[in-house]
């Protein structure tokens, strides 16, 4: 159905949206869109760092045991 959409169809949705709406609420529309893109991307960053945090912890906790503690863990 969309596929038939050409340039002069997608420029009479854009002017009758603009007529409905008017420029100061597509303006402002658009600015809360790019908030929510922007808090996106953060949030997305936010769960990778954590992610690669954790694994490197992981990471260090591999270091050998000493005799002393070998010890402890056999009584």
């Known amino acids: 159905m969309l596929n038939n959409i050409g340039l002069p169809g997608l420029l ?6 603009l007529v409905l709406f008017g420029r100061g609420k597509i303006s402002s529309l658009m600015g809360e869109v790019g908030k929510g893109i922007t808090a ?3 949030g997305v960053n936010d ?12 990471a260090r906790d ?13 009584a």
């Open 12 to 17: 009479l949705i854009a002017v009758v949206v």
């Open 40 to 42: 996106f991307k953060k």
């Open 47 to 58: 769960g990778t760092k954590e992610i690669e945090d954790a694994s490197a912890e992981d």
């Open 62 to 74: 591999v270091t050998p045991e000493t005799e002393a503690e070998k010890e402890k863990d056999k």
